[in-house]
């Protein structure tokens, strides 16, 4: 184990200093003057050239990958030019919105995807199983942000039942929570529907197996085996599916935070780019891309560790 | 005062939020916050970036600022461009070159930092004039030689030369805000996100970034407060999502769409006002005369007649707006009546033919934005009309502002533009940036005219309102004589409040925060 687990480590400082290579560059193709942009139209020459030896911009580029390169790995992002606030302490503000719409995605997603897949299989081939079907490939099949504006103008506009914009008042835990209910539907709706599809195709294998038909010939209650003995097999295939849905719904996550106004790492990417604002750009898509790397390089651990098998493969 | 900074949720609430968030998805009734007092709820397009005057980079930080610091005047809401006292009792012109004031008594820095005195008003005017501290604002108070303390409370402002924009643009802009001289000595010459010594009608008491801004009426303010205990000031860029947070009852201010302006004044949202504010902005077609075709003059003439105005503008913006005759808007000295070439497409024909064009192809760069790209869709239709094929090339706003500066790589490749600036109500604000010392930085087209530079020199320092108007209707002559320009328009601000609500607005729609009030 110990073996696999320092491969799968190495590979994934490989995969990180490989993502800051792309992304190094993919942020110095982009045209435009990042001082001009900032500064505005009454920034003289002069001023424009202060910030772009402030911003490093007056190196060469290797020297300024090195900069970028071996700050990272000590922590240090720079400094967000224009407020000098420190470009890690604005991403790290951020970036608990964005996991918090996440995780509220996860949770709506698992809260109804689940049960549906669940009922669809026990009630296969019925007019249910049917219904629940074309639900989730519609679902799938919707854009997020449809699906976040219709939220909004539905349960915000119309009935007025749920707040359209912002992330709630920062001290009161209540009101964050209810102005997650839309964002995060939005974001975790079109996850349901690969849910329900997921836990449908397993149950309905589990449901076969031999133990389920031993259970059945005991006589246990059928609720009982669906749920205690078959999804509890069953569920395992979604929460492989989950882990890699968490890159999407970051994906998915920038247009909620657009359209309903809230903060997060999605929203401050978008405006870093608009504003060519480079250390932002960079640290911000940094500490994405590792966290992203993190949580796979723990569930692969979670995988080896109870499947040896992977172990052997690696 | 201590004021809270807080930099977003904490470990604890998210986790805690994560693990509530099951009970949440209940449906029930929208909550409310028990609020103490009166509280408005606005938005800006645009969260802070900093709070020092001599370094703003938005208007939305200049809303917040002109609330928190004291200046010496201030706009007065209404439609027209005139000022009230702020930080004086009394301040005149005493000849082309003098300026005496005299502070309130009873102007009070927040942290300590004791009562606004003259050095404070010579500190922060002359900091922002010394070219040495690079304040891109240095050149509202380029007139000026010296701030002279004559009294613990007043003094005298003395200028080099006359400047007529100083009561216009200078003085009543956050420019003028007054700091506090020992509070930047303590902080090492700048302020950042964090406000020090604070003097207005509100202070600052919270900024979480990319979320609020909260402003709470100052206690020790001791003239007309703020008509509100709290103002939140929630950053959204987009008007169409802000104007869904309107309807859904989030906020009590925004600035709307201009293509949401017509829908909205037919069906208000239930409680909501709209109200149409002329804007200052101005919107042109550019040709760039150092790129062919447009070395051509009679091709750049061509252009100009083949451009039906009324069509492009009406497409635009749903209607709302109106052409315009120039850079400077109606009500500003130097505002024209008419234009000089108008739509004539057989004219343009003609010059064409005269030029023996036939298969003529050229680009035109634009923002993307809607309106930017229905303007350029319709003028594309009006340039083939004529015979003229027409590329649109949009591009995002990091690139499109740095596309006809010499620091890049395309300033000579650039034919035509869409070009939009806004302006503070002074007629040189729109012509400064036309002027060929500001060729390849923001005169974009190269317009290179020795009489329109001239004339802006002389429109400065020139204190004879009939004169200026004179001065400034030349130049924008001169500007359509030499083909490169085709004026659009000054586009009209959409702005959307509650009824409970009576905004304190410039003439131009932007807000004076500090006087908004219940109705």
Redesign the interface.
Known sequence: MLVYATKRLGLAVVIVSVAMLLLFCMIYLIPGDPASVALGPRATDAMKEALRIRMGLDQPIWVQFWNFYSGAWTGDLGVEVLSERPVLTVVLEQLPFTLALIAGGITWSVALGIPLGCWAAVKRGSLADRFVGVVSVAVIAIPSFVIAIYALLIFAVTLRWLPAIGAGDPGDLGDQLIHLILPSLAVGLGWVGYIARMVRASMLEVLEASHIRTARAFGLPERQITYRYALSIAILPTVTLLGVGIGQMLSSAVFAEIVFARPGIGRLVFDAILTRNFPLVTGAVLVTTVLFVLLNLIADLIVGALDPRVRSSF | MSHDI????S?R??L???S???A??L?????S?SQDGTVLTVRSYSDL??LDPAYR?SAPEGDIMRAIYAGLITNEPGDDWTWTPYGVDMIEQLDELTIAFRLRDNIGFTDGYGQMTADDVKFSIERVANPEN?S??A?DWAALREVEVTEERAGLIHLNEPFAPLWNSTLPTTTCSILSRAALDALGGRI??EPVAQSGRYLLT?W?????TVLRRNPDWAYEPGGYDEIII?????PS??E??F?????DYTWTAVSSIARMQETPPEGGVVVEKPSLAYVWLGMNKDVAPFDNPNIRRAVQHAIDTETVVDAAYFGAASTSTGIIAPGLPGHREANLYGYDPDRARELLAQEGVTDLSITLDILNQSERLTAAQVIQSNLADVGIACEIKQN????F??LG?E??D?WDQLQMIIGR?SMEPDPSWATV?FTPEQIG??NWERFDNAEYAELHAQGLTELDPSVRDTIYKRMQDIMEESGQYVFLTHEVTGVLHRDTVEPGLKPNGEPLLGEFRPA
């Open positions: 807080k930099t977003g949720p470990r609430s998210v805690a939020g994560a509530a968030f099951g949440a998805t449906a029930f009734p929208r909550m916050l970036q900093i980079l690079e891109p604002y050149g950042a996100t919270e979480t970034p990319r979320q609020r929630l950053p959204i860029e987009d999502t802000a869904l947070g309807e859904a009852g989030d906020i995002d706003s990091g690139t502002w740095t500066s620091d890049g395309y600036f940036w930085v923001w």
